[in-house]
């Protein structure tokens, strides 16, 4: 029996000088984008596209990616929900494994 699941990523360009890693996702059974943080010590969602999801949360502020240029994101995964699901990436085949 399978005990992970694993996503397709995507890198993005920034601007040649390296990349970031996209995953889609769900929130409450609606498709969500994420970036992959792996230096982040923490995850970051941005309230106001996470209400579209999610009502009355309560979050800290944060800076957002949104300067970038990069394409539309509802939040950043970092190392905190890395290592819970213990997150495996493999650049080669584009995906990401985390186990539930």
């Not at 397709?8 to 984008?33: N, S, T, W, Y």
């Not at 800076?63 to 080669?92: C, Q």
């Amino acid at each position: 029996m399978r005990r992970y699941i694993e996503v397709p990523i995507q890198l993005l360009d920034i601007e040649g000088e390296g990349f970031h890693i996209m995953v889609k996702g769900m929130i409450h059974g609606k498709e969500a984008r994420f970036l992959i943080d792996t230096g982040a010590s923490r995850s970051v969602f941005d309230p106001v596209n996470v209400s579209k999801f999610i009502e009355n949360l309560q979050f800290e502020r944060h800076e957002m990616y949104g300067k970038l240029g990069l394409p539309h994101i509802d939040g950043i995964l970092g190392g905190d929900l890395l290592k819970k699901h213990r997150a495996t990436i493999n650049y080669r085949a584009q995906k990401m494994r985390l186990t539930p």
